[in-house]
Protein backbone atom coordinates (compact mmCIF):
# COMPACT_ATOMS: atom_id res chain seq x y z
CA UNK A 1 0.00 0.00 0.00
CA UNK A 2 1.18 3.35 -0.56
CA UNK A 3 0.36 6.42 1.11
CA UNK A 4 1.18 10.14 0.23
CA UNK A 5 0.19 13.65 1.04
CA UNK A 6 -0.36 15.81 -1.71
CA UNK A 7 0.31 19.57 -1.76
CA UNK A 8 -2.28 21.84 -4.22
CA UNK A 9 -1.34 25.74 -4.87
CA UNK A 10 -4.21 27.72 -6.77
CA UNK A 11 -3.13 30.43 -8.62
CA UNK A 12 -5.15 32.87 -10.23
CA UNK A 13 -3.22 34.49 -13.57
CA UNK A 14 -4.78 37.41 -15.57
CA UNK A 15 -5.20 37.28 -18.95
CA UNK A 16 -7.06 40.52 -19.99
CA UNK A 17 -11.46 38.97 -12.31
CA UNK A 18 -13.76 36.22 -10.96
CA UNK A 19 -16.91 37.03 -10.05
CA UNK A 20 -17.28 37.73 -6.03
CA UNK A 21 -18.07 34.57 -4.05
CA UNK A 22 -16.13 32.32 -7.27
CA UNK A 23 -15.18 28.77 -5.92
CA UNK A 24 -12.89 26.67 -6.97
CA UNK A 25 -13.18 22.70 -6.93
CA UNK A 26 -10.22 19.94 -8.24
CA UNK A 27 -10.92 16.21 -8.05
CA UNK A 28 -7.61 13.75 -7.30
CA UNK A 29 -8.40 10.20 -6.91
CA UNK A 30 -11.58 10.41 -5.79
CA UNK A 31 -10.70 13.49 -3.38
CA UNK A 32 -11.37 16.85 -3.43
CA UNK A 33 -9.19 20.16 -3.00
CA UNK A 34 -10.79 24.02 -2.79
CA UNK A 35 -9.64 27.02 -3.10
CA UNK A 36 -9.11 29.39 -0.23
CA UNK A 37 -10.34 31.96 0.20
CA UNK A 38 -13.19 32.82 -2.10
CA UNK A 39 -12.49 35.80 -4.47
CA UNK A 40 -14.26 39.21 -3.08
CA UNK A 41 -13.09 43.24 -4.23
CA UNK A 42 -10.82 42.57 -0.63
CA UNK A 43 -8.72 40.57 -1.83
CA UNK A 44 -5.79 39.59 -4.15
CA UNK A 45 -6.24 38.80 -7.13
CA UNK A 46 -9.80 40.89 -6.32
CA UNK A 47 -12.73 41.26 -8.59
CA UNK A 48 -12.78 44.85 -8.81
CA UNK A 49 -10.86 45.19 -12.21
CA UNK A 50 -12.50 44.34 -15.56
CA UNK A 51 -10.92 41.67 -18.40
CA UNK A 52 -10.88 37.96 -17.76
CA UNK A 53 -9.01 35.64 -15.28
CA UNK A 54 -8.65 32.17 -15.37
CA UNK A 55 -8.27 29.96 -12.00
CA UNK A 56 -5.39 26.82 -11.94
CA UNK A 57 -4.45 23.89 -9.82
CA UNK A 58 -0.64 23.08 -9.54
CA UNK A 59 -0.08 20.09 -7.85
CA UNK A 60 3.23 19.71 -6.02
CA UNK A 61 4.45 15.96 -4.54
CA UNK A 62 5.71 15.63 -1.12
CA UNK A 63 8.92 14.22 -0.57
CA UNK A 64 7.37 10.79 -0.46
CA UNK A 65 5.97 10.72 -3.39
CA UNK A 66 8.45 12.63 -5.58
CA UNK A 67 10.02 9.46 -6.98
CA UNK A 68 6.29 8.39 -7.69
CA UNK A 69 4.33 11.39 -9.30
CA UNK A 70 5.00 14.56 -11.44
CA UNK A 71 4.59 17.79 -10.55
CA UNK A 72 1.58 19.28 -12.65
CA UNK A 73 -0.67 21.84 -13.43
CA UNK A 74 -4.18 22.13 -15.20
CA UNK A 75 -6.63 24.59 -16.14
CA UNK A 76 -9.66 24.68 -18.61
CA UNK A 77 -10.04 27.98 -20.68
CA UNK A 78 -13.80 26.40 -21.64
CA UNK A 79 -14.97 26.18 -17.97
CA UNK A 80 -11.96 28.00 -15.92
CA UNK A 81 -12.09 30.99 -16.93
CA UNK A 82 -14.25 34.12 -16.00
CA UNK A 83 -15.15 37.53 -17.63
CA UNK A 84 -15.73 40.72 -15.40
CA UNK A 85 -17.48 43.86 -17.40
CA UNK A 86 -18.06 47.37 -16.51
CA UNK A 87 -21.92 47.51 -15.35
CA UNK A 88 -24.01 49.56 -18.11
CA UNK A 89 -26.31 51.89 -15.62
CA UNK A 90 -29.73 53.00 -16.77
CA UNK A 91 -29.97 56.67 -16.61
CA UNK A 92 -33.59 58.05 -15.79
CA UNK A 93 -34.61 62.15 -15.96
CA UNK A 94 -36.79 64.41 -14.94
CA UNK A 95 -37.16 67.77 -16.29
CA UNK A 96 -39.09 70.51 -13.79
CA UNK A 97 -39.51 74.16 -13.08
CA UNK A 98 -37.39 74.90 -10.09
CA UNK A 99 -39.37 78.07 -9.31
CA UNK A 100 -42.41 79.66 -10.97
CA UNK A 101 -44.35 78.27 -13.79
CA UNK A 102 -44.76 77.87 -17.52
CA UNK A 103 -46.03 80.96 -18.15
CA UNK A 104 -43.33 83.00 -18.86
CA UNK A 105 -44.66 86.75 -16.96
CA UNK A 106 -43.67 83.94 -13.58
CA UNK A 107 -40.09 84.22 -14.58
CA UNK A 108 -39.56 80.26 -14.98
CA UNK A 109 -36.41 78.75 -13.94
CA UNK A 110 -35.71 75.24 -15.63
CA UNK A 111 -33.93 72.42 -13.39
CA UNK A 112 -33.38 69.04 -13.85
CA UNK A 113 -32.06 65.51 -12.33
CA UNK A 114 -31.13 62.19 -12.89
CA UNK A 115 -31.30 59.05 -11.35
CA UNK A 116 -28.48 56.17 -12.27
CA UNK A 117 -29.91 52.54 -11.50
CA UNK A 118 -27.67 49.42 -11.95
CA UNK A 119 -24.71 50.89 -10.60
CA UNK A 120 -21.42 48.97 -9.32
CA UNK A 121 -20.66 50.75 -6.53
CA UNK A 122 -16.78 51.16 -6.26
CA UNK A 123 -14.30 50.39 -3.26
CA UNK A 124 -13.93 54.67 -2.21
CA UNK A 125 -18.12 54.91 -2.96
CA UNK A 126 -17.79 55.69 -6.53
CA UNK A 127 -19.93 57.10 -8.37
CA UNK A 128 -20.74 59.32 -5.58
CA UNK A 129 -18.79 62.64 -5.88
CA UNK A 130 -18.78 61.84 -9.51
CA UNK A 131 -20.43 64.14 -12.29
CA UNK A 132 -23.44 64.33 -14.37
CA UNK A 133 -23.34 67.00 -17.34
CA UNK A 134 -26.26 68.98 -17.97
CA UNK A 135 -27.60 71.05 -21.60
CA UNK A 136 -30.43 72.57 -22.32
CA UNK A 137 -31.31 72.91 -26.09
CA UNK A 138 -34.15 75.68 -27.12
CA UNK A 139 -36.38 77.47 -27.62
CA UNK A 140 -38.23 75.55 -29.88
CA UNK A 141 -41.10 76.83 -31.61
CA UNK A 142 -44.73 74.73 -31.36
CA UNK A 143 -44.45 72.28 -34.08
CA UNK A 144 -40.76 72.25 -34.44
CA UNK A 145 -39.50 68.66 -33.21
CA UNK A 146 -36.31 69.67 -30.99
CA UNK A 147 -32.84 68.98 -32.05
CA UNK A 148 -29.91 68.80 -29.69
CA UNK A 149 -27.19 69.78 -32.32
CA UNK A 150 -24.54 71.70 -30.69
CA UNK A 151 -23.65 74.94 -32.81
CA UNK A 152 -26.04 78.07 -33.76
CA UNK A 153 -25.95 79.67 -29.73
CA UNK A 154 -26.83 75.50 -28.44
CA UNK A 155 -27.14 74.28 -26.29
CA UNK A 156 -28.15 77.78 -24.49
CA UNK A 157 -27.74 76.84 -21.09
CA UNK A 158 -24.77 74.22 -19.60
CA UNK A 159 -24.00 73.15 -15.98
CA UNK A 160 -23.35 70.17 -13.54
CA UNK A 161 -24.81 67.75 -11.18
CA UNK A 162 -22.89 65.71 -8.33
CA UNK A 163 -23.88 62.21 -7.57
CA UNK A 164 -25.46 61.26 -4.23
CA UNK A 165 -26.35 57.47 -2.69
CA UNK A 166 -30.03 57.42 -2.78
CA UNK A 167 -30.83 53.85 -1.92
CA UNK A 168 -29.66 51.06 -4.10
CA UNK A 169 -29.70 53.64 -6.79
CA UNK A 170 -27.10 56.98 -7.31
CA UNK A 171 -28.52 60.89 -8.09
CA UNK A 172 -28.19 64.55 -9.25
CA UNK A 173 -29.49 67.49 -10.01
CA UNK A 174 -28.48 70.45 -11.46
CA UNK A 175 -26.18 72.93 -9.84
CA UNK A 176 -28.46 75.75 -11.05
CA UNK A 177 -31.05 76.53 -13.06
CA UNK A 178 -31.78 78.58 -16.47
CA UNK A 179 -34.11 81.91 -15.96
CA UNK A 180 -36.26 81.44 -19.90
CA UNK A 181 -36.77 84.46 -21.22
CA UNK A 182 -38.56 83.56 -24.31
CA UNK A 183 -41.89 81.04 -25.14
CA UNK A 184 -40.92 77.87 -27.00
CA UNK A 185 -40.03 74.20 -25.87
CA UNK A 186 -36.60 73.54 -24.05
CA UNK A 187 -34.97 69.96 -23.58
CA UNK A 188 -32.35 69.00 -21.40
CA UNK A 189 -29.72 66.41 -22.11
CA UNK A 190 -27.99 64.72 -19.17
CA UNK A 191 -24.52 63.12 -19.79
CA UNK A 192 -22.88 60.51 -17.22
CA UNK A 193 -19.00 59.62 -18.64
CA UNK A 194 -18.88 56.61 -16.36
CA UNK A 195 -16.02 55.45 -14.59
CA UNK A 196 -13.67 52.42 -13.62
CA UNK A 197 -16.55 50.29 -12.97
CA UNK A 198 -19.44 51.90 -14.83
CA UNK A 199 -20.42 52.73 -18.60
CA UNK A 200 -21.55 55.75 -19.24
CA UNK A 201 -25.09 56.86 -19.53
CA UNK A 202 -26.82 59.69 -21.20
CA UNK A 203 -30.50 60.54 -22.03
CA UNK A 204 -31.30 61.09 -25.71
CA UNK A 205 -32.72 63.75 -26.73
CA UNK A 206 -36.10 64.12 -26.32
CA UNK A 207 -36.27 61.75 -23.62
CA UNK A 208 -38.95 61.18 -21.82
CA UNK A 209 -39.73 64.14 -19.06
CA UNK A 210 -36.92 66.29 -20.56
CA UNK A 211 -38.71 68.66 -22.12
CA UNK A 212 -40.52 71.95 -20.57
CA UNK A 213 -42.92 74.28 -22.24
CA UNK A 214 -42.90 78.04 -21.65
CA UNK A 215 -45.72 79.77 -23.00
CA UNK A 216 -47.17 83.11 -23.76
CA UNK A 217 -48.05 85.37 -20.24
CA UNK A 218 -51.58 84.99 -19.74
CA UNK A 219 -53.45 88.60 -19.80
CA UNK A 220 -56.13 88.86 -17.47
CA UNK A 221 -58.61 92.40 -17.31
CA UNK A 222 -60.67 93.25 -14.77
CA UNK A 223 -62.87 95.98 -15.42
CA UNK A 224 -65.40 98.18 -13.13
CA UNK A 225 -67.98 100.99 -13.43
CA UNK A 226 -67.48 104.40 -12.51
CA UNK A 227 -70.45 105.03 -11.23
CA UNK A 228 -72.65 101.73 -9.86
CA UNK A 229 -76.14 104.03 -10.91
CA UNK A 230 -76.26 106.72 -13.65
CA UNK A 231 -79.24 108.66 -14.27
CA UNK A 232 -81.31 108.99 -17.88
CA UNK A 233 -79.16 110.78 -20.79
CA UNK A 234 -75.77 110.61 -18.23
CA UNK A 235 -72.05 108.82 -20.29
CA UNK A 236 -71.37 106.12 -18.63
CA UNK A 237 -67.46 105.54 -18.18
Not at 57 to 63: I, L
Request: net charge negative; aromatic share 10%.
Amino acid sequence: FFSYVALFVFSMTKLVSVPAGSHLTVSLSGGTATSAPDVTGSTTPNDLATGTYCWGAQYTPDSASVDRYLPSYGTDASAECFTIAKASPTIGTTASFSSGTSDLSSTPKLADSVTLSGVTTGPAGEPAGETVNFSLFGPFAAGTTPSCATGANEPVFTTTGTLAKSGSNYVASTASSYTASAIGTYVWVASYAGDTFNNGATEPCNGSNESLTVTTPQLHITKSADNATVSAGSPIG
